[in-house]
């Protein structure tokens, strides 16, 4: 069975700070990666998904197999990131998503 | 930008009573699915459907849970007896399964699209 393991409940960072939310996996197969995000009171919104290899609101997230990582990273973190951020796991095309526990990051001034 | 929408957001029910989640997909979107939140636990998968049937269920999804698509806009989830450990954060997501690109070969990956959730309460 599919996992993923997301090691840190809260990250607090500085604004203009790097930051890094880590995720790891295991999965036997091939899986497809994502990172959803969710703003205070607002839904679960998908933020990346490995396969199109974007950056979105300057957030990026590569997947490495070797290390079964998908770690989420901002090089300068603004107070607009501050939220709820989840990674999850796909095995195919319309398949559950496996979700991690998620990290709160707070951003600070 | 069309969105899932989910009734009510807050359901209060008392124990042993049925209750059911409303969901609207998206449109265009095929697939369907229902997730739970418990208080303080992360995002669990309860049962996907496609075609009119169910095409996975996890454990948490016993005998007490049912889905539906009674209409071409509508997908409901029903639980007949609910029990205090029912409570949590109800999200419905819709997806369209992705797509397969022709000339290129690119695939875009399937993406779930969540609902803003509804709030079950089991006194």
């Known amino acids: 069975a599919q996992r993923v393991t997301q090691p840190e409940k809260l990250l607090s960072v500085f604004k203009g700070a790097p930051v890094e939310l880590k995720c790891n996996y295991s999965?036997?197969?091939?899986?497809?990666l994502f990172w959803y995000v969710q703003y205070s009171r607002q839904r679960l919104q998908l933020l990346l998904r490995?396969?199109s290899r974007e950056s979105i609101k300057g957030f990026t997230a590569d997947l490495n197999k070797g290390e079964t990582s998908f770690h989420l990273k901002k090089p300068f973190a603004q107070e607009e990131d501050s939220a709820m951020y989840y990674c999850?796991?796909?095995?195919?095309?319309?398949?559950?998503?496996?979700f991690g526990t998620g990290t709160r990051l707070q951003v600070t001034l | 930008e069309p969105e899932v929408t989910q009734t009510p957001s807050h359901q209060v029910t008392q124990m042993g009573q049925e209750v059911i989640l409303r969901c609207v997909p998206i449109?265009?979107?095929?697939?369907f699915y229902w997730y739970r939140q418990i208080l303080g636990q992360k995002v669990e998968f309860l049962v996907s459907?496609?075609?009119?049937?169910?095409?996975?269920k996890s454990e948490i999804f016993d005998d007490q849970f049912s889905v539906e698509r009674p209409d071409g806009s509508n997908f409901t989830l029903k639980i007949r007896s609910t029990k205090l450990e029912d409570s949590a954060m109800y999200f419905c997501?819709?997806?369209?399964?992705?797509?397969?690109?022709?000339?290129?070969?690119?695939?875009?990956?399937?993406?779930?699209?969540f609902g803003p959730g509804t709030r079950l309460t089991v006194l």
């Open positions: 449109s265009n979107h095929l697939y």
């Open positions: 999965y036997s197969g091939s899986p497809e």
């Open positions: 459907f496609y075609n009119n049937e169910i095409s996975e």
């Open positions: 997501a819709s997806s369209d399964g992705g797509r397969l690109g022709t000339a290129s070969g690119t695939v875009e990956a399937d993406t779930q699209y």
């Open positions: 490995h396969i």
């Open positions: 999850a796991l796909s095995t195919g095309t319309a398949s559950k998503l496996t």
